[in-house]
């Protein structure tokens, strides 16, 4: 028979803590080690229990959630943080995933849910409550759409003169014609474009120019 899930619950609400407790000591496979009502207790009881899973609130006083976390798995790096919360504003999800929080929950969540994700911790699998998963997604695929979309920024006026050209399908002589400029000029034009657009082809740097309204 395998070993039960030990769960350390860290929360200021004592109401919270036992219905908490209530619930998962009917569940299979999960123990409740112990309850913690503040950060430092929270980490004390840590130590002293060496849960596998805690369930952390973020508001509390004195030690926060976020710091709480951080000093905790410090110490007990292999313990498996989840977040149990009920705000999801962006002061508090980053820096408790940043912290190394493993899933992050809203106290919304049905019993059977905090259950799983408890079982699903022990297996090394995060759970995110998923409009947290959706601002996860947005926040890094953030950057790196406003890094792309700064790349042309790089390019001189007569790159993008060529670049223009190139998203209208012209060939090399078709540009050299145009900007009265030679066919070995223009080809270093291009050569430049590529590298600071990270595009291999002239397809690619066609689409680019497309995307960012630089083509006409």
Do not use: W
């Amino acid at each position: 028979m395998e070993e039960a899930i030990k769960v350390l619950l860290v929360d200021d609400h004592e109401m919270v803590r036992i219905g908490l407790a209530a619930v998962l000591d009917t569940e299979d496979g999960i123990e409740v080690v112990g309850e913690a009502s503040n950060g430092v207790d929270g980490i004390r009881m840590a130590q002293l229990y060496k849960p596998d899973v805690v369930l952390m609130d973020l508001v509390m006083e004195g030690m926060d959630g976020v710091e709480t976390t951080e000093k905790l798995l410090a110490q007990h790096p292999d313990c498996k943080v989840i977040v149990l919360t009920s705000f999801i504003d962006d002061s508090k999800l980053y820096p408790v995933i940043e912290a190394g929080a493993f899933s992050y929950l809203l106290k919304t969540s049905r019993a059977n849910e905090i259950a799983e994700a408890i079982r699903a911790a022990s297996r090394g699998q995060s759970v995110l409550e998923s409009q947290v998963a959706a601002k996860m997604m947005n926040r890094f695929r953030q950057p790196k759409q406003q890094e792309q979309a700064a790349l042309h920024e790089d390019l001189t006026e007569r790159e993008m003169e060529v670049l223009l050209r190139v998203s209208q399908g012209l060939s090399n002589q078709e540009i050299a014609d145009q900007l009265y400029i030679g066919v070995k000029t223009v080809k270093f034009h291009i050569t430049n474009i590529f590298n600071k657009l990270h595009v291999e082809d002239r397809t690619q740097a066609a689409i680019y120019a497309h995307k960012h309204g630089i083509a006409e």
